[in-house]
């Protein structure tokens, strides 16, 4: 018989799943590793997918909720400063210029935490995620660029509890994060650091390789890519070439089912609940958006103030005709012949939205499709499950019966 420590925290007796057993939230889950661990014991309140409590973990992390009535926080959430940057030498290979990896070294060598989670790819496998707590700046390096898949980052929460760390930094994407600030209390840290990137539209292994198969002209070579504020995906391949797609002319019928149902119902674009935000969607292209949300997001940023140049953010155009007139599209699985995508494509690049009117854009264009896609689906769902932050964003549309 397994004797149990007296004092032992309650969790320590629940079971880790196996990887092959269905997860509590189904057909939802997102795959955010909590359980494959004994934090498992938390998932009914953790999960993001069985229980939506945003505002309430804002107020628990950020010491209030966001304000309703400035439409900056209804968009992109509490925060305390907003800017676009860049780094003076970009890290090669990483997604945008390596802003997220150079503030997980710089905290990792001035011994500000003993780890930090995030995820490497497996050997066989470049877009196969494989979670480490890494814990030298070579480890650290070796986790940049996307992995865009479903990554069960929270996997290794167990090991962070064997290990005796203390302080931690968790590179994550909303869902994760989610589940992470649930337990926060119960991983026994004196200091936990959220270092958060958006994320959207995120798939399965399988799901990407369908992506690739039905959008790139050569899927086996493609190391990166990212939907950019041009309205084209860009690919890059092995040989440093670029290929890129209109947005307007993705074959939106075959590429229907492509992306995991959690992120059909996800409504944590801008990763509501990390200290600091690093993204691209607000920035002009080439450029970071970078989100600080609480003092210590800020004493992160600090940290890489001489690696990075800054400029102020920018909004202009009017996205709301733009996604009032992609709702059907994106409804429908409709798809533009090539030439009309690309003609589409540049007039929208020429005098669409920009800076954060084109994050704006792309926030009111996923959550309109997973409004209606959880209308559809999970009816009984809809209204606990939807932030009232999401509502007011789609009550801006009109929206096809569902
Ligand atoms: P790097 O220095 O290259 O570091 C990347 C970090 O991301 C690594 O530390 C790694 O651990 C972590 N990571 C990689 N894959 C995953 C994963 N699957 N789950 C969790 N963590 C991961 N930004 C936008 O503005 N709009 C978007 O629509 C958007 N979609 C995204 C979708 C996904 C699936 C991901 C992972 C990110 C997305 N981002 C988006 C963020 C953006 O693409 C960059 O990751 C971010 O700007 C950081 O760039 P960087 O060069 O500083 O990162
Ligand atoms: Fe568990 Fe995470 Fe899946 Fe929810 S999303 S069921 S917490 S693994
Ligand atoms: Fe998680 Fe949402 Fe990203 Fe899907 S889109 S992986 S649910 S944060």
Redesign the pocket.
């Known amino acids: 018989m397994t004797s149990v420590i007296p004092d032992s925290p309650k969790h320590h007796k629940s079971k880790a799943l196996k990887p092959s057993s269905r997860r509590p939230a189904k057909e939802l889950c997102s795959e955010c590793g909590l359980c494959d661990t004994y934090y498992i014991h938390y998932v009914k309140e953790a999960c993001a997918f069985l229980t939506q409590h945003i505002a309430e973990l804002e107020t628990q992390i950020h010491d209030r909720s966001r304000n309703l009535e400035n439409e900056d926080e209804w968009y992109f959430g509490v925060y305390q400063d907003m800017m676009a940057a860049r780094k003076h030498d970009?890290?090669p290979?990483?997604?945008?210029?390596?802003?997220?990896?150079?503030i997980?070294i710089e905290m990792l060598n001035r011994g500000w935490v003993e780890g930090?989670?995030?995820?490497?790819n497996t050997e066989s496998d470049r877009f196969q995620?494989q979670?480490v707590i890494a814990t030298t700046p070579a480890e650290?390096l070796a986790?940049?660029?996307?992995?865009?898949?479903?990554?069960p980052?929270l996997s290794v929460l167990e090991q962070v509890a064997a290990s005796g760390m203390k302080r931690l930094l968790v590179?994550?994407?909303g869902c994760?994060i989610q589940a992470l600030r649930t337990v926060e209390k119960e991983l026994g840290l004196e200091k936990l650091y959220v270092?958060g990137?958006?994320?959207?539209?995120?798939v399965t292994r399988a799901g990407l390789q369908k992506f690739l198969d039905t959008t790139s002209r050569s899927p086996s070579t493609v190391v990166y890519y990212?939907?950019m504020q041009d309205f084209r995906v860009h690919f890059k391949h092995e040989d440093g070439s670029t290929e890129t797609v209109p947005f307007f002319g993705l074959k939106t019928n075959q590429l229907k089912d492509v992306f995991a149902p959690s992120c059909m119902t996800c409504f944590d674009?801008v990763n509501s609940l990390a200290d600091l935000v690093?993204?691209?969607?607000?920035?002009p292209y080439g450029w970071?958006?970078i989100v600080v949300r609480n003092d210590r997001g800020q004493e992160m940023l600090d940290l890489v103030q001489d690696q990075i140049e800054t400029q102020p953010v920018m909004s202009q155009g009017d996205r709301k005709n733009a996604v009032q007139q992609s709702i059907p599209a994106y409804d429908k699985g409709v798809t533009l012949p090539m030439w009309a995508a690309k003609l589409m494509g540049l007039a929208i690049e020429r005098i669409g939205p920009k800076g954060l009117e084109y994050?704006r854009f792309?926030i009111d264009s996923h959550f309109t499709r997973n409004y209606l896609y959880v209308k559809r689906h999970y009816p009984d769902k809809l209204e606990a499950h939807v932030p009232d932050y999401a509502k007011r964003i789609v009550s801006q549309y009109k929206l096809p019966d569902a």
Do not use: H
Not at 93 to 102: E, L
């Open positions: 970009p890290i290979g990483a997604q945008w210029t390596g802003i997220v990896s150079s997980a930090v989670v995030c995820v490497q995620p979670p650290i986790a940049r660029v996307n992995k865009p898949t479903l990554s980052n590179i994550g994407v994760q270092l990137t958006p994320c959207v539209d995120n990212e939907f674009y690093v993204g691209y969607m607000g920035a970071q958006w994050a792309s």
